[in-house]
């Protein structure tokens, strides 16, 4: 069954078993795929739309302490609030600096919603 306000692609973008692009089946699916698509889009990426994106993935090549992780939150929150802050109500946004990594946690729900949806981005260890 496609999300009430049409069909969208799944992220990443796939091929079926049927030769089709994927779908996903809710806008619940949707919306958290965008969430997932910004935090993780550098900004400068996307080139007609230079300032699109949270760059989490960044974040390993900078400061790990408490000024990096107050810089980290303020990106995120701002992509957050400007790309999707139409799609969805963010609850808590904590980026958190401990033993040289920074972490991002993320609750947030669609509006009208009663679930909220959890998010954490941990840099991957090598």
Avoid: C, N, W
């Avoid at 049927?18 to 996307?46: C, K, M, N, Y």
């Avoid at 993935?57 to 000024?67: G, H, Q, S, T």
């Avoid at 904590?94 to 959890?118: F, N």
């Amino acid at each position: 069954m496609p999300a009430p306000d049409g069909p969208h692609l799944a992220f990443p973008f796939r091929i079926g078993d049927d030769g089709r692009t994927e779908r996903v089946q809710s806008l619940d699916q949707h919306v958290h795929d965008e969430v997932i698509q910004l935090i993780l889009t550098a900004p400068g990426e996307r080139a007609f739309v230079p300032d699109f994106g949270g760059g989490a993935r960044r974040l390993v090549f900078e400061r790990a302490d408490d000024v990096g992780a107050a810089m980290a939150k303020s990106t995120v929150s701002s992509a957050l609030a400007r790309y999707l802050g139409h799609r969805v109500i963010v609850e808590h946004l904590e980026v958190v600096a401990e033993e040289a990594k920074l972490t991002i946690e993320l609750q947030y729900r669609l509006p009208g919603a009663d679930r909220s949806r959890r998010l954490r981005f941990v840099p991957r260890q090598a």
